[in-house]
T-cell receptor, first 113, second 114 residues
Framework: DAGVTQSPTHLIKTRGQQVTLRCSPK?????VSWYQQALGQGPQFIFQ???????QRGNFPDRFSGHQFPNYSSELNVNALLLGDSALYLC????????????FGAGSRLTVL | QQQVKQSPQSLIVQKGGISIINCAYE??????FPWYQQFPGKGPALLIA?????SEKKEGRFTISFNKSAKQFSLHIMDSQPGDSATYFC?????????????FGSGTQLTVLP
């Protein structure tokens, strides 16, 4: 049973560019949440997608956007990249938007130069 | 009010010793308090969790102690092993019909010496 899979695992971008990160939830899960984890810090909630809609959003600017597809997979898009966007981006899946138990993927490590 | 404060930042323990990590929260609406374990290059993995109507929960060598009046909770790792060396995060979330989001502490890097 595959867990949460994320791609790419690592990527390097330059300031001002745009990036798209992808996530496939664990089998049986229908909700995807995205978190940003800066080096040496705890993950911070970006947003959650359920039934192809953004259900809740953390304190992140509109440069961060997302999408959920009918098969429950999700994308995170970040526009106009800043140096401070360098982080590990974690995808977590669950069954239902109010579920307590989240399963995290290994993350996508983004470096902005 | 959304903050979860975690201490210590790093912890070194001898094999067989007890590791203790503490967290404090402010928002009394939080109703679920998990602990996550993260190894280098991996995502966080749920270790153990507790609800505020329980003062203690034990799973194997891992125990959560919860003090609702003080708004504090802690993770105790008994008989610590080198394989427990990882970063530990406390977290909190609230329900109430809205989508759940986890608020994480800043993490504790645990090193268990052989």
């Amino acid at each position: 049973d595959a867990g949460v899979t994320q791609s790419p695992t690592h990527l390097i971008k330059t300031r001002g560019q745009q990036v798209t990160l992808r996530c496939s939830p664990k089998s049986g899960h229908d909700t995807v949440s995205w978190y940003q984890q800066a080096l040496g810090q705890g993950p911070q909630f970006i947003f959650q997608y359920y039934e192809e809609e953004e259900r809740q959003r953390g304190n992140f600017p509109d440069r961060f956007s997302g999408h959920q597809f009918p098969n429950y997979s999700s994308e995170l898009n970040v526009n106009a990249l800043l140096l401070g966007d360098s982080a590990l981006y974690l995808c977590a899946s669950s069954y239902g938007s109010g579920a307590n138990v989240l399963t995290f993927g290994a993350g996508s490590r983004l470096t902005v130069l | 009010q959304q903050q979860v404060k975690q201490s210590p930042q790093s912890l070194i323990v001898q094999k067989g010793g007890i590791s203790i990590i503490n967290c404090a929260y402010e928002n009394t609406a939080f109703d679920y308090f998990p602990w996550y374990q993260q190894f280098p290059g991996k995502g966080p993995a749920l270790l153990i969790a507790i609800r505020p109507d329980v003062s203690e929960k034990k799973e194997g060598r891992f125990t959560i102690s919860f003090n609702k009046s003080a708004k504090q909770f802690s993770l105790h790792i008994m008989d610590s092993q080198p394989g427990d060396s990882a970063t530990y995060f406390c977290a909190a979330s609230r329900g109430g019909g809205s989508a759940r989001q986890l608020t994480f502490g800043s993490g504790t890097q645990l090193t268990v010496l052989p």
